[in-house]
């Protein structure tokens, strides 16, 4: 009985609030780049100048073919200084009269002066990145056509706006670029909400209730739409207090991995009748920074595994949807991120709205990047930007400014207008116990990582330029944050390249050369090798390295590094592949997940067929509780040895001939191969079979190495032909070893000392002509290239690479690259142009280096990637890469030249390669 007296109540309270009025949102513009209206339009300077025309809003003018396409770091006597005047006629319906009317803008780039029917709406507004509005209810004609008119200046008459925003590393645009919109409201009225909601429960509010002195209240639903809790308002003044009773409060609390959100409905009321209702969606959760300990959110110290991310898009600039902010944030989702810095200015609402819906970390900043606002602008826009963006439960922290371009002056008034008194950094700098400097060193030595007192969160680190940064350091610097407790992670730089479609250049991709080609992803989020590394490293389930031996029980070692989220919620797979000439075998099964709490390691359970022994490969899969992929991790069961014997065959019918030259050529013959081998130092100098010549050859050079091949022997060996270097410690320490079998398949083996302690490469080359080769289908690590300090975020298997001559973060961004090194390699088919030919190594760890990509760098030569000589590569060390802001060295121990030591060159610690070749077509 009881319980039906609630729900006729409940369902009473709903209708009741659903015929109180609700403030109408007319949106006068479109909603988003995937949805304009056309107003009228024209520019003062650049592209079609000087005419009145038409112009989609919002968007960025430059992409419609008007003004000027500007970097920030251009000359400001080269710079774009055109304005926009805008037009556009609208209906404001008689039914309108004693109602408040609102014309909010939500973005424009810069100056804003604005009119309605010939009136001015109010003061010029300076700022580009945040809502403003003016009530225009006297302005109106009730029942008429109404003509609004905006007028945009692109560069701002208050310098310390084009400071902030204007003369930075990114794309300068001007336009109405977000949307606009009229927000009506019956004449007594609710404005300007605040909630404060807690993790112990505590919910506290307020609203400015205008013509209005009666009984307020709010009512929380949770997300299935069932009544939480009805709180009553307290009265003070214009403003209308709410707060609960905590104990009667036991709330689902928000985190990005399980981001739970209620609604509130406010709502005033005349009689006992409700008369308008807003509705606010929040989450209850908690921000505390404790100094020289960390940031925790509900109680739990958190380490931020984040990426910074500008509004942009190709087509559209800064102009954006809600479909491009479930794009990106969906995007870093993928990437096991959990944290996103707005770099530099606030973003869009639907993108916070995102953030809060699918479970991401927000850093909201103020706009500065190297400059900043004057204290009285800066006042008014930060105003702006707390009023439009304090209720998401996403944002955690503020950022006032960037890089120096902080007002110190604007830093009491964050909290002062926080309700939710939320930290605020100052990004590069050390402010409020946060050491948040920028691309500060793996091993900085004094007052950092290891060895400061202070939180250390960097709001950008690794910056990706090519293909470095991101990927390329992050194990090094996530195994030290993730272990060191005064860390609290950082913010990578940064998520997309931002390449602008230009009008005037044939609507070809720029990117300001590299200036703006810095993303994990490309300009249409092609993905780069750094994304899978990224999803790798940052996986909540971290799998301990584990080698699969004949004795492998079915047991791995697992953390937890989730920070709110028991494993037993995910869900394990396996799959079991073998790789044959003529095709593939799969078993599959699942495992259960084990219990294992946030922070706290333990063991995943797989149960494997007997016959698990005959495959090459063990997949684990883990998907978290909304079924998206964590990772899929690799642990191969048979050896390149195993693998190998498989493929290579030795015997064979077909009789070797070694006839006699004239030159100092060995020549062997077998099957439809023709081989020639320096008898100087046993190089190979030519391959040809029935198909022609075979451009293989001038190998092997060692790489770092003395080229000491000597003594060479030629002799029998049963039905085999070997050719082979003399060992001597002094002249020749450095060996090698031709077996020619009847079969056709030849077998090299090098035995080599790198030259220095130190090196970059250690292992074998040959040459090959670019322009020959066709594709190559391997066995190994792939599909994406490796550097040695970005070695995780491939899959072990057999890949099919066709030729292609992409330059990471440049046209035409197609991925992967086929040019660098690939790990892990088991063996392979080198296809050309009208022929191939097959490589195997029984030698594990192994690289394969396929050609050279363009020689690439920066202002301070910290990028720049190294190759060895030769074209065609079998190495035992490979080179790290560095990043635009670091040295490869710099980034961590992986970072590093590859170490080997040995000065008594003792043939039983020399390094070994051993690869089998199958010239034969």
């Known amino acids: 009985m009881l319980k039906t007296i609630f729900y006729i109540a409940f369902f009473s309270l709903l209708v009741a609030t659903s015929f109180a009025q609700q403030t109408e949102k007319i949106y006068l513009s479109g909603t988003g780049s995937n949805n304009t209206k056309q107003w009228e339009f024209m520019c003062t300077g650049g592209m079609n100048a000087n005419q009145w025309s038409k112009i989609a809003v919002p968007s960025c003018w430059e992409l419609q073919g008007f003004g000027k396409y500007d970097y920030g770091f251009a000359k400001d006597s080269l710079r774009g200084k055109e304005a926009g005047l805008y037009k556009y006629n609208f209906t404001a319906p008689a039914a309108w009269k004693n109602k408040k009317i609102n014309i909010v803008f939500e973005g424009v780039m810069t100056d804003a002066d604005v009119k309605v029917n010939g009136k001015s709406a109010g003061a010029i507004h300076q700022g580009a990145f945040y809502a403003f509005k003016y009530d225009i209810t006297k302005l109106l004609k009730y029942g008429k056509e109404n003509l609004l008119e905006v007028t945009v200046a692109k560069h701002s008459s208050n310098a310390s706006v084009n400071e902030a925003e204007r ?41 400015e209730a205008h013509n209005f002195r009666g009984k307020a209240q709010v009512q929380i639903f949770d997300a299935t739409g069932k009544l939480f809790a009805k709180v009553a308002a307290v009265k003070l003044g214009q403003t209308y207090l709410f707060k609960s009773d905590t104990i009667l409060l036991h709330p689902k609390l928000w985190n990005p991995e399980s981001p739970y959100l209620y609604k509130a409905v406010f709502a005033i009321y005349d009689a006992g009748k409700p008369i308008h209702t807003v509705t606010q969606k929040f989450g209850f959760r908690t921000v505390e920074l404790k100094q020289r300990d960390g940031i925790y959110i509900n109680g739990v110290k958190v380490k931020l595994k984040g990426v910074n991310r500008h509004s942009f898009r190709p087509e559209t600039g800064r102009t954006t949807s809600k479909q491009i902010s479930i794009e990106d944030v969906m995007l870093m989702k993928d ?120 939180i250390v969160m960097p709001t950008e680190f690794l910056h990706g ?39 005037d250049k044939n609507d070809s991709l720029d990117t300001d050369k590299f200036r703006a080609a810095d993303g994990i992803v490309g300009p249409h989020h092609e993905k780069e090798g750094s994304f899978y590394a990224i999803k790798e490293i940052w996986s909540p389930v971290h799998f301990e390295r584990k080698e699969i031996t004949s004795k492998f029980d079915g047991k791995l070692n697992v953390e937890n590094r989730y920070h709110f989220t028991n494993i037993n919620t995910c869900m394990f797979s396996w799959k079991l592949k073998r790789f044959d000439l003529r095709g593939t075998k799969e078993e599959n099964g699942k495992a259960v997940a084990p219990d294992i709490a946030p922070g706290v390691k333990g063991t995943l359970q797989i149960n494997l067929p007997a016959n698990w022994k005959e495959f090459n490969v063990m997949y684990v899969t883990a998907k978290d509780k909304f079924q998206k992929e964590l990772f899929t991790w690799s642990f191969p069961i048979s050896n390149p040895k195993e693998t190998g ?28 191969v023709s081989l020639m081998f320096s008898e100087l130092n046993g190089i190979l100098a030519y391959v040809k079979n029935k198909n022609g010549v075979l451009p293989f050859n001038n190998g092997p050079i060692v790489q770092e190495g003395t080229n000491n091949f000597k003594g060479i022997k030629k002799y029998w060996e049963g039905d085999n032909y070997i050719i082979e270097s003399t060992y001597d410690k002094k002249e020749s320490y ?53 550097w040695k300090n970005r070695m995780k975020g491939n899959q072990f298997g057999v890949w099919n690479k066709t030729y292609n001559n992409t330059e990471t973060g440049e046209a035409p961004w197609l991925y992967p690259e086929f040019k660098g090194y690939h790990s892990n390699f088991y063996g392979g088919y080198f296809f050309t142009k009208n022929n191939r030919f097959t490589v195997a190594t029984e030698t594990e760890d192994l690289f394969l280096r396929l050609f050279t990509p363009a020689w690439k760098t920066d202002q301070w030569h910290n990028y720049e990637p190294l190759f060895p000589s030769g074209d065609i ?31 008594e060159k003792d043939p039983s610690r020399a390094l070994k390669i051993v690869l089998y070749f199958n010239f034969n077509n």
């Open 167 to 207: 003369k930075a590393d990114f794309w300068i645009f001007g336009g109405i670029f977000r949307p606009v919109y009229l927000e009506v409201f019956p004449d007594s009225h609710i404005e300007n909400i605040e909630i404060a909601a807690t993790a112990d429960g505590g919910f506290f509010a307020f609203f």
């Open 335 to 454: 990437m096991n991120m959990n944290a996103v810095r707005m770099s530099h200015y606030p973003p869009d609402d639907h993108f916070l709205d995102v953030c809060d819906s699918l479970g991401l970390f927000v850093m909201d900043e103020l706009a500065g990047w190297h400059g900043n606002y004057d204290t009285k602008t800066g006042a008014k826009l930060l105003k702006e930007m707390i009023d439009h963006d304090a209720n998401h439960p996403s944002i955690i922290m503020w950022a006032n400014g960037n890089e120096g371009g902080h007002n110190f002056e604007l830093d009491s008034l964050f909290t002062q207008f926080d309700l939710q008194r939320r930290p605020v950094v100052h990004p590069w700098q050390l402010f409020n116990g946060v050491e948040t400097q920028h691309y500060r060193e793996y091993n900085y030595g004094i007052g950092n990582y290891e060895y400061g007192r202070e």
């Open 465 to 503: 330029q090519f293909d470095g940064g991101h990927g390329a350091g992050l194990e090094d610097y996530w195994e030290k944050m993730w272990h060191n407790p005064l860390s609290a992670g950082g913010f990578l730089w940064d998520l997309a390249d931002q390449a602008v479609v230009r009008k």
């Open 645 to 672: 014997e498989r493929i290579v065959v030795k015997e064979g019918s077909d009789k070797i001939e070694t006839p006699v030259a004239d030159t100092n050529m060995i020549l062997v013959n077998v099957k439809d």
């Open 734 to 786: 450095n060996t090698l070893k031709w077996t020619v079998y009847p079969s056709g398949w030849i077998q090299l083996q090098v035995n080599y000392f790198p030259a220095a302690y130190h090196s970059n490469f250690a292992g074998v080359n040959f040459s090959f002509p670019e322009n020959e080769i066709k594709s190559v289908t391997y066995m190994g690590n792939g599909p994406y290239r490796v």
């Open 873 to 903: 590569s079998f190495m035992q060390g490979i080179s790290s890469t560095g990043t635009k802001t670091q040295r490869n060295e710099t980034t961590g121990p992986m970072g590093l030249k590859n170490i080997f030591y040995d000065y």
